[in-house]
Each structure stands twice: as structure tokens, then as C-alpha cells.
């Protein structure tokens, strides 16, 4: 590992700070072709779930001033044929593997947990608690005693550095981030979607078809967010934090890096260019040289507020 851009989030060592956000890089299977993976750190897989799901009705996907509306419903072919037919290809995938995992219950998420949480070759498991809880309506990801009892039955399931994902659509985000670490996360994955509405004013319909009409704002849109985000919860807990929201460019990451994380996830810019992944890679590195900046990890959480 190359020691300048090498960093550690507790348990789990990347190559460098750059992964691909779960539901938007497949498996990272299928990216092999134009992008060149031993750059990145790592590829974190769409959501599992135990059982196959369909998804959502059409339309998924809808285009917003400086980003993008999705309600893809955790559309996959559950954890069986996961394992069975995408699983492997994955594990050959030169940089880190993060299963991310979903359910509608907190048994749902200690049965994947377990399945998979000695799987060789899988580095990390990360879980997505922003989906519906069916006995309790909310998301899991809304609520910090029944956060805290699903992470720590995830976290007696396995020995492997485990992640939470959390929802932005909270009132305090430190609050689940708490939960999640006295649960026993190793790291936290901060921040899904943001909950948004595009509306077709003339049909007076929703653009999307889910159940609500709603969808989850992901892109540029929502960098300010997410930088908000990770900046509160490492002055409040200072943790292992991956940042996620509207990151495209090397700058971008030196924002999150500063703001309190230590390595990020891209998303909605892999949609414009599978290759985006190792650009940003690449492009770290360069100006990494070209301004002379220390290692990276030390750049974690370096943001000073100037007192008035
Ligand atoms: C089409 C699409 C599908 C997504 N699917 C998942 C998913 O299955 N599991 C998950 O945890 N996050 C999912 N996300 C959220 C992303 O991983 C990421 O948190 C979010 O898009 C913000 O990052 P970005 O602005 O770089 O896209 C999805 C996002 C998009 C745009």
C-alpha cells in the first residue's frame, strides 16, 4: 500500500479513500470493463436483501436541476442467488469488497449479517438502515433505541468491520450516529438519500412510481448535506465516518476528508461515467504531489471554524 493514501477506518485498511456507493455500481462486476479497480479503494455491492425483490413501479428515475430522484425499492435477486451467482465474480474484484445488506426486520439483518459475515474475501458489511421497519413503520435508520438493538445483533453475527449507513432524513443525525457506535459499528456511512418530490404539474401526478410518489435526492444537490452531516457527527463522536453526497471530483473528497471523514463513496457520478471512480482515484493522488498535502488520513477532521 502506498502510505500516502492508504487509510484506516478502525478494523478495515483501504488503499485509498475512493469506493463506489452501493445501488450504483452494481457489483462492481460489471464496471470491469472500463474502469480499472486496483486504482480504488473499494466497491460497495447494491443492497441484499433475504428474499428477491421486484422494486418499485416506473418510472425509478427522474432527472432534477443538479442531481437525481430515485425510488429503485431495493430491487435484487435475494441473498441465495447473491451468493450463488454474483458473490463470487465479486470476490475477484481487486480492491476491497462491502456487502451492503437491507431488511424489514432486525432478524432480516442478523440472518445476512451471519450468512455473509464470514465469508473470505469479503472485507466489510455494511448496513443500509434506511428501510421500512414492518412492524414498526418507521425506518430503522429514524430510531435510536431500535438502531442500536439491530446493530448489535448485526454485531454478534460477525467479526468483520461492520458499517452503518445512515439516513439524513433524521432531526438529529448525531443521535443515530450515537446508537450505531454503542451498537457496535466500527464505521459510519453518512449519508443515504435525501428524501425529495419531483412533480408533473400539467397530470398533477408524481414524476416517480413509488407507493408515496417519493424519492431519494442524490448528486451535487446534496453535497452541502452531507458535508453538514459528517462535520456533526466527528465533533460528536469522532468515529471512523465515510462520506457520501455529491462527490465527483478529488476536490470533493478533500472536502469530506477535512470535514471528518476518512475515506467516500461516489454515487450518482458513476451513472455519467463508470470510469469516474478512478479519475477521482487518480486525480487525489496528483494534486496530493502537486500541493505537496501530508498523508491523507491526517487530513481527517482538520476543518477549523474560525471563533468570532
Ligand atoms: C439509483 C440509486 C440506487 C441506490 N441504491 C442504494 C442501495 O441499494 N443501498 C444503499 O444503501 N444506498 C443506495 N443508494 C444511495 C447511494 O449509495 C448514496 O448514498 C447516495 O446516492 C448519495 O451519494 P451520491 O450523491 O454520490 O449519489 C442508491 C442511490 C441511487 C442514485
Same mark, same amino acid.
Given at each position: ?19 463506489? #456507493?452501493s445501488?450504483?455500481?452494481?457489483? %462492481?462486476?460489471?464496471?470491469?470493463p $472500463? !474502469?480499472? =479497480?486496483? *486504482?480504488?479503494? +473499494? ?10 425483490r421486484?422494486?418499485?413501479k ?10 437525481m ?11 441465495a ?7 463470487p465474480?465479486m470476490?475477484?474484484?481487486?480492491? #476491497?469488497?462491502?456487502?451492503?445488506v437491507? %431488511?424489514?426486520?432486525?432478524?432480516? $439483518? !442478523?440472518? =445476512?449479517? *451471519?450468512?455473509? +459475515? ?5 472485507d466489510?458489511?455494511?448496513?443500509n ?9 418507521l425506518?430503522?435508520?429514524?430510531r435510536?433505541?431500535?438502531?442500536k438493538?439491530?446493530?448489535?445483533a ?5 467479526a468483520?468491520?461492520?458499517?452503518v449507513?445512515?439516513?439524513?432524513n433524521v ?5 443515530l ?7 457496535? !459499528? ?5 449519508v ?14 408524481p ?10 435526492l ?5 453535497k ?7 462535520q456533526?457527527?466527528?465533533r460528536a ?8 453526497g ?26 455519467a ?5 478512478v ?7 496528483q ?9 491523507l ?12
Amino acid at each position: 500500500m502506498n502510505d500516502a493514501t492508504a487509510v484506516t477506518l478502525g478494523p478495515l485498511k483501504l488503499r485509498n479513500p475512493v469506493l463506489a #456507493a452501493s445501488g450504483t455500481y452494481g457489483s %462492481g462486476i460489471e464496471a470491469v470493463p $472500463f !474502469a480499472d =479497480l486496483s *486504482r480504488v479503494g +473499494g466497491v460497495v455491492s447494491k443492497s441484499v436483501t433475504t428474499e428477491p425483490r421486484r422494486g418499485n413501479k416506473t418510472p425509478r428515475i427522474f432527472e432534477v436541476e443538479a442531481g437525481m430522484l430515485n425510488s429503485i425499492g431495493l430491487m435484487n435477486p435475494g441473498a441465495a442467488e447473491f451468493e450463488r451467482e454474483v458473490l463470487p465474480e465479486m470476490l475477484r474484484l481487486p480492491c #476491497a469488497r462491502i456487502l451492503n445488506v437491507a %431488511g424489514e426486520s432486525i432478524e432480516d $439483518f !442478523a440472518v =445476512l449479517t *451471519r450468512r455473509f +459475515g464470514s465469508t473470505e474475501g469479503l472485507d466489510a458489511i455494511e448496513l443500509n438502515v434506511s428501510c421500512p421497519n414492518v412492524s414498526g413503520g418507521l425506518d430503522f435508520g429514524t430510531r435510536a433505541p431500535e438502531l442500536k438493538t439491530l446493530v448489535a445483533a448485526c454485531r454478534a453475527a460477525t467479526a468483520k468491520p461492520l458499517i452503518v449507513k445512515l439516513t439524513p432524513n433524521v432531526t438529529d443525525i448525531t443521535e443515530l450516529a450515537r446508537a450505531a457506535i454503542e451498537g457496535g !459499528a466500527d464505521i459510519l456511512s453518512l449519508v443515504n438519500t435525501y428524501q425529495g418530490l419531483a412533480v408533473d404539474w400539467r397530470r398533477r401526478r408524481p414524476e416517480l412510481g413509488s407507493p408515496s410518489g417519493m424519492g431519494g435526492l442524490s448528486g451535487p444537490a446534496i453535497k452541502p448535506l452531507a458535508l453538514a452531516a459528517v462535520q456533526r457527527v466527528w465533533r460528536a463522536l469522532r468515529c471512523p465516518i465515510i462520506g457520501i453526497g455529491g462527490i465527483s471530483s478529488a476536490t470533493d473528497v478533500l472536502e469530506f476528508l477535512v470535514a471528518g471523514a476518512s475515506a467516500v463513496q461516489v454515487g450518482t457520478a458513476n451513472f455519467a461515467d463508470p470510469a469516474a471512480l478512478v479519475r477521482i482515484a487518480d486525480e487525489l493522488s496528483q494534486l496530493q504531489r502537486a500541493e505537496s498535502l501530508p498523508p491523507l488520513w491526517e487530513l481527517t477532521g482538520t476543518l477549523e471554524v474560525p471563533r468570532p
